[in-house]
C-alpha cells in the first residue's frame, strides 16, 4: 500500500456492503488477504448496521499511521453520537444471543488500539493494525 494513499469510502451500512467493502479494501492493501483490516472494516461497519441502524450513511477510511510505521488506521464515521461500542465479556450472559458482541472482542483481539471519537453530529470508530 502506498504510504501517501488513503482508502475512503461512503456507503450506506446495508448487509450486501460489507462483502463489497471487504473487497474494496482487499483490492486498496494490494490484493493480497489483510485478514486483520478486513475484520476490522466489517464489525465496525456490522455494528454501525446492528446498533444504529441498517442503512445509515456512513463513511470508511482507511490509511498508513505512518509512512514509516506498520500500522494501518481504520475509521468508519456514523451520525449517532449515541451509540458507543462496548466491548463485552465473553462469559456475561447479555441477552443478545450467543454470537452477538463476540465482533468487538475480536477487534480487540487483533488491532493494536481502538477507540471512539465522538463529535456533535456523529462519531469515528477506529482502530490501528499491524499491516
Not at 465496525?44 to 482507511?62: A, F, K, M, Q, Y
Not at 443478545?96 to 465482533?103: I, N, V
Amino acid at each position: 500500500m502506498n504510504a501517501a494513499r488513503v482508502f475512503e469510502a461512503e456507503l450506506l451500512a446495508v448487509p450486501k456492503a460489507v462483502p463489497e467493502l471487504r473487497h474494496a479494501v482487499r483490492a486498496y492493501l494490494g490484493g493480497g488477504p489483510h485478514p486483520e483490516v478486513e475484520l476490522c472494516v466489517s464489525e465496525l461497519v456490522s455494528n454501525v448496521i446492528r446498533h444504529v441502524g441498517e442503512g445509515t450513511p456512513v463513511r470508511v477510511r482507511i490509511a498508513r499511521v505512518d509512512p514509516d510505521d506498520d500500522r494501518i488506521r481504520v475509521e468508519v464515521t456514523d451520525p449517532d453520537p449515541r451509540a458507543l461500542p462496548v466491548l463485552l465479556d465473553a462469559t456475561t450472559d447479555t441477552g443478545l444471543g450467543a454470537e452477538s458482541g463476540r465482533g468487538l472482542m475480536l477487534l480487540d483481539a487483533v488491532a493494536v488500539r481502538w477507540g471512539v471519537e465522538p463529535g456533535p453530529s456523529g462519531k469515528v470508530v477506529w482502530c490501528e493494525v499491524r499491516g
